[in-house]
């Protein structure tokens, strides 16, 4: 009797995650622990680093692989990998975009067009970062997914991503995710380097009044024109113009709230939590994902540039009085509205009467489209 239970009690031990653990994990839970901290104490994004940090070290929880336990999120049946293949099949994104469709105000953007070509100029990071990942020799398909990080959208680079690299998913994941929580320490630099004090003291015009007809009118005619260029963004742009219909019908009420509040939360967290899982000390600490950590922040930092300097650009050919502030050039990245809030804080820095949130909103909701299109195009481009 006594032999059968210290056999089974030796047997119990190497089970443990004393017995598994290696240094990797031990690395990947200090990282989810950090990214928990900076949610908290630095009020980082919590929503989303809360919820990554977590999965982070709730992925890196060692067990013995051999056991057949169905706990791993690699391990077929068990209730992470059902949650998983929200994230590994797509799922998740275009309902996080119907989320985001559901609470948008595109009033910004139909009542200064011209904004959009900011946010079109800010996915110049996307299309750089894709040739240096290339030079980099990523593949193809790798360094389209790479690239997307430059449009700090979550979403949509693991929507990209799970098509196109699977296995660089959670890399790119958290990669883009950390980027988009670090946006206020990262576009300020950029911003105030690239500008002078004129600049951001320009006064912007009021927009006009939007009607409700053309709200209404616009995410038809954005879902047509957009997905007749790039069918294969249809998944994200579909359900962004869809939620942002729900949202301006006014007929459809408690419909848009649920996509924006009750759904979009659910998703979320399934996402955040999953999407940390997914980086396993053995898939994730390799030289490959600090390539692409680099590559996503000059991806990042070039798309607020290329924002910021094609408003100085459109400046020149632009008549006293209608002159834009570059400062809501780096509002073209998707990162809603942390970008556009960056844009209206760095504005009130040197003039505390120059409100510039509404019309930095016009080129972060471009943005936003932007990225979907840059996704749709590359996916459409490497299929």
């Not at 032999?3 to 990282?31: D, H, P, Q, R, S």
């Not at 904004?115 to 040739?131: D, K, T």
């Not at 290329?306 to 050039?329: Q, T």
């Amino acid at each position: 009797m006594g032999e059968f239970i210290i056999n089974n009690f030796n047997e119990f031990l190497t089970y443990t995650g004393f017995a598994n653990a290696t240094a990797g994990n031990l690395i990947m839970i200090v990282v989810g622990a950090i990214l928990i901290y900076l949610a908290i104490k630095k009020d980082f994004e919590p929503l989303l680093l809360i919820p990554i940090g977590l999965g982070i070290i709730l992925g890196n929880i060692p067990f013995r692989a051999d056991a057949g336990l169905e706990i791993g999120l690699y391990e077929d049946n068990s209730v992470l990998n059902i949650f998983y293949q929200g994230v590994r099949m797509g799922w998740y994104p275009p309902l996080v975009f119907l989320g985001i469709g559901a609470m948008t105000d595109f009033s910004a953007l139909i009542a200064n067009p011209k904004l959009v070509l900011i946010g079109a100029a800010a996915q110049f990071g996307i299309f750089s970062a894709y040739m240096v990942a290339l030079a980099l020799g990523f593949e193809p398909n790798q360094a389209a997914g790479i690239a997307i990080i430059g449009g700090a959208d979550g979403p949509t680079a693991i929507f990209l991503s799970s098509k196109l690299c699977p296995n660089l998913m959670g890399a790119i994941a958290v990669c883009a995710y950390s980027y988009m929580a670090l946006v206020p320490l990262i576009q300020p630099m950029v911003m105030r380097a690239l500008t002078t004090k004129k600049e951001r003291l320009i006064r912007m015009k009021p927009a006009r009044q939007v009607s409700q007809t053309e709200r209404i009118l616009f995410p038809v005619i954005g879902l047509l024109l957009t997905t007749f260029i790039v069918p294969s963004g249809l998944p994200l742009l579909g359900m962004l113009f869809f939620g942002n219909l729900l949202k301006e019908s006014g007929k459809t009420t408690r419909l848009a709230k649920t996509a924006g509040s009750a759904l979009n939360d659910v998703v979320v967290v399934l996402l955040g939590l999953t999407v940390g899982c997914s980086t396993q000390a053995s898939e994730f600490l390799t030289l490959n994902t600090l390539f692409i950590f680099v590559v996503g922040a000059c991806a990042f930092v070039v798309a607020t540039a290329s924002g910021v300097l094609f408003v100085k650009g459109m400046n020149l050919f632009l008549p006293e009085g209608k002159k834009l502030n570059p400062l809501i050039g780096n509002a073209g990245v998707s990162a809603v509205p942390m970008s556009a809030r960056i844009s209206h804080n760095i504005g009130l820095e040197y003039d505390r009467k120059n409100f510039l949130l509404m019309h930095a909103m016009g080129p972060n909701v471009a943005g936003v489209i932007g990225s979907a299109v840059a996704a749709g195009a590359l996916l459409g481009f490497l299929s």
